[in-house]
């Protein structure tokens, strides 16, 4: 830390007793997660919505106490904002990543091929010849498997209102 801002947040804390050096600390521990993108991949997971609420108390107590100036603040302010959108970004990615993995396994050509030849190109559960798409029998929400035994061609409205339940139509 320079030492005229810890001399500035020391007189600060003479006059007012309100200690802002943790709150410029998390600052500073803010920015470093920021330098590089590799980093930033890996320390993504140590900051929860708490820590960036507190981050943000931070940003208010330091901006009231007016040691430092407005664009070092709005700076502060645009890191978290980036940050915490990164951070939810991810987070969905990760949730959502089996659903495209399963997506991804059920438009190979080869599967439907197999599936095709083996059930033919019709709803199992309705009959229709229209709309089919691949179907996990047990879906991958429950723990269902992108392999061949867990698929069945369903229309697309068959599809539908199954859901989520498992049920074999084959």
Same mark, same amino acid.
């Given at each position: 830390?320079?030492?005229?801002? $810890? %001399?500035? &947040? *020391?007189?600060?804390?003479?006059?007012?007793?309100?200690? *802002?050096?943790?709150?410029?600390?998390?600052?500073?521990? *803010?920015?470093?997660?920021? /330098?590089?993108?590799?980093?930033?991949?890996?320390?993504?997971?140590?900051?929860? *919505?708490?820590?960036?609420? +507190?981050?943000?108390?931070? %940003?208010?107590?330091?901006?009231?106490?007016? @040691? $430092?100036? @407005?664009?070092?603040? &709005?700076? =502060?302010? =645009?890191?978290?904002?980036?940050?915490? +959108?990164? &951070?939810?970004?991810?987070?969905? !990615? =990760?949730?959502?990543?089996?659903?495209?993995?399963?997506? #991804?396994?059920?438009?190979?050509?080869?599967?439907?091929? $197999?599936?095709? @030849?083996?059930?033919?190109?019709?709803?199992?559960?309705?009959?229709?010849? =229209?709309?089919?798409?691949?179907?996990? %029998?047990?879906?991958? #929400?429950?723990?269902?498997?992108?392999? @061949?035994?867990?698929?069945?061609? &369903?229309? /697309?409205?068959?599809?539908? #209102? #199954?859901?989520?339940? %498992?049920?074999?139509? !084959?």
């Amino acid at each position: 830390m320079p030492t005229n801002i $810890f %001399i500035s &947040l *020391l007189s600060y804390y003479d006059k007012t007793g309100i200690n *802002l050096l943790d709150d410029y600390s998390n600052m500073i521990y *803010l920015s470093w997660n920021f /330098k590089e993108k590799e980093d930033r991949y890996e320390n993504i997971y140590y900051f929860t *919505l708490e820590s960036i609420n +507190k981050i943000l108390e931070s %940003i208010s107590k330091l901006q009231k106490s007016k @040691l $430092f100036n @407005l664009e070092w603040i &709005l700076e =502060k302010e =645009k890191q978290i904002d980036c940050f915490n +959108k990164e &951070l939810q970004d991810r987070l969905l !990615r =990760k949730i959502n990543q089996p659903r495209i993995d399963a997506c #991804k396994f059920t438009s190979l050509k080869e599967v439907k091929d $197999f599936i095709y @030849l083996k059930y033919g190109k019709k709803c199992l559960c309705c009959g229709s010849e =229209k709309n089919i798409s691949l179907d996990h %029998i047990i879906p991958i #929400k429950k723990g269902g498997k992108n392999t @061949l035994d867990n698929l069945q061609p &369903l229309c /697309k409205s068959c599809n539908s #209102k #199954k859901g989520i339940k %498992i049920i074999d139509y !084959r």
